[in-house]
Every structure is written in C-alpha cells, then in structure tokens.
C-alpha cells in the first residue's frame, strides 16, 4: 500500500510546491532564482536584478467580507502590500502591479470601488504603478496581485544563505496582527484598534529591505507571513542549518501585553506563531545591530542564533533549556 498523501490537507505548501515543480529548471538562462524564495530573481536592466512576485488573497480563506465590508479599502490596501513585503524581503524596490479580482455578482460596486481605492492608495505610497490584469466574476471575492521590482546586482538577499553562527534579527514587533484577528474575530474593533490596524493595513518593510540589503551584512532574509515557527524553518531548511530562538528577546508592543492580560492569552505564543505580521526576519552579521533604521522604526532586535545542528529549538534566558520550537503558524492547506 503505498504511502503517499492522499489529499493536499496531507501536504504543507512547501511539501506541494516540491511536488509539483521539484524536477522543473526554469528554460532562461538569465533567470537567477525560480520557485522557492520569497520572489524570483532574474538579470534586468544592466546591473540590476528583477524580482517578480504573486500573492492570492480569498474569502474565508485570509478574510471575512461579512465582518470586514466596511474595511473594503484596508481590504485593497493588504492585498498590495503583502506582495509589496515579499519584494522588501529580497532587498528590492518595487515598481509595477498586475491586479486580478474574481468578484461576486452581489457585490455592490462602491464596495469594489472602494477595495480598488486601498491598493491605489497603497500602491502610491509605495511607489508603484498597476499597470493590469483582469476582472472575472466568481461565487468568492479573490485577489490576485502580481509585483515586480529590482535591486542591484549583488544585493539581492535570498533564504539560502545562513551560516552557522549567524544571528537573527527582526524588524518591528510580533504577534500585533495575530492580536488584531482575534479581536476581528471576537466582534470588536476600538478597544485595541492599533492592533486591528496592524491587522489590516499591514505596513511591509522595504525601507529597512533595502538598507539592510546595501549593507552587505545579510546572509538570509523572508517576510514573516505565516509566523515565526513556520517561516525560521524555511530559512533553515534552504540552508541546510538550525537555530536557537531566544523566547525572552521577541519583540512585543505595549498593546499586545495588555490585549493578552485582559484577554489571558500568553503574548509569547503570539509572538511565536501569530502569523501576517509582515516584519523582516533576517539573517547576518551581529553587526546588523548597529545598522542605523530608517525614518519612523526602531533597530532590529537580535532573537537567537544560527547553528549548524538542523532543526529550530527556543529558550528563555540565555542559561535556559532548549527544547524544540514546534510549527504552529499559518499552515495553507490544514
């Protein structure tokens, strides 16, 4: 009887892409990266690199319309920038939007109006042009965005490259997000609304993508997604390493303390595993601590260390246990 899944439930999405593409090699020479990182890379205009990216956001898969329709433009707005992190977490720049929407019939059209007006606010913000893409009607509202962007030549961060004795590094706080859907979910939206707005207008980090990119100190780099304990192993796994998190050192917001006192949640599994945080994880030089952060951030927070044993494990404390750090992100196909 043979062993093999049955069903994509049975899969992560890392174990379907290898699947699918595990014996595909990209035809283009020029092509640098393919599938497998947060963007492709490929040779661009002399001494720079392009990188192209797509993200599908579908109802009641990555959000309700019936508790966010009058969200309908941080709606538009989250589309853009989850595609927008993915470019920042390569080092680049992004420039030019593709934009598929699937929309139900029963829509109103101030409320598509409104969804288009978030990413063209969002896209503005950032610099970036919607060039195209296509309209269909559909039973669910999807969001198809396509991004490219560039970063010179010899900067481009990839997830490939940790070494043993690296450190680890975030941008921003953890959990914030994760905090903001649990007060969607549970009907409210003012008590701790800095953290619904995190939630839902998620801010990517391409200004501190590009600074860190520029300054040669990063070995490896990804957007945090699905969360932490889903998204470190990636890096680990493409480089064939482990890390050590320090539990203890996650960076968390005064909010996200006081939403899980009242709520009698442990802010450190927030931090951990709450997912769509969209900070920059990144992988480098302790040096990378004395990187001076762009206008309106703070520094990055060194949260553990690379080692060359595989596998991802926490402690508390410097002098405290290890014990394994096990995956409780975001999983596609659970």
Not at 38 to 43: E, F, G, M
Not at 230 to 252: E, F, H, K, T, W
Request: one cysteine or more; charged letters at 20%; proline letters at 5%.
């Amino acid at each position: 009887m043979s062993d093999q899944p049955q069903s994509i439930r049975d899969l992560s999405e890392v174990e379907l892409i290898a699947r699918l593409f595990s014996d595909y090699a990209p035809q283009d020479p020029a092509v640098v990266v393919g599938i497998g990182d947060d963007a492709s890379i490929r040779r661009g205009r002399p001494g720079w690199l392009e990188l192209v990216t797509t993200d599908v956001l579908v109802e009641d898969t990555h959000f309700r319309w019936s508790a966010e329709h009058v969200h309908a433009q941080a709606l538009g707005h989250k589309a853009l920038a989850v595609n927008i992190s993915d470019i920042a977490a390569m080092g680049g720049a992004p420039h030019s939007a593709y934009v598929g929407l699937a929309v139900p019939g029963s829509l109103e059209v101030s409320s598509v109006e409104a969804l288009v007006d978030g990413m063209r606010c969002c896209a503005r913000h950032y610099g970036v042009d919607i060039l195209g893409g296509d309209t269909v009607a559909a039973e669910q509202l999807t969001l198809a965005v396509t991004l490219v962007g560039e970063v010179e030549e010899g900067c481009a961060i990839r997830r490939d490259g940790a070494r043993p004795g690296d450190e680890i590094f975030v941008t921003g706080y953890l959990g914030d997000s994760a905090a903001g859907l649990h007060e969607l979910e549970g009907g409210q939206t003012s008590t701790f609304s800095d953290l619904v707005q995190r939630h839902q207008r998620p801010e990517p980090r391409v200004a501190w993508g590009r600074v860190i990119a520029t300054s040669g100190l990063a070995h490896a780099m990804l957007d945090l997604s699905d969360g932490l304990s889903s998204d470190l192993p990636r890096i680990c796994q493409a480089s064939n390493v482990g890390a050590v998190v320090d539990v203890s050192a996650l960076p968390m917001s005064v909010d996200l303390r006081s939403f899980c006192r009242e709520k009698k949640l442990a802010p450190d599994a927030m931090a951990l595993h709450g997912g769509e945080d969209y900070e920059l994880l990144v992988v480098g030089d302790a040096a990378l601590a004395e990187l001076v952060p762009p206008p309106g951030t703070s520094r990055l927070t060194r949260i553990g260390t690379i080692v060359a044993e595989p596998g991802v494990w926490q402690r508390h404390g410097l002098g405290g246990a290890l014990t394994p750090l096990a995956s409780q992100g975001w999983r596609h196909f659970g």
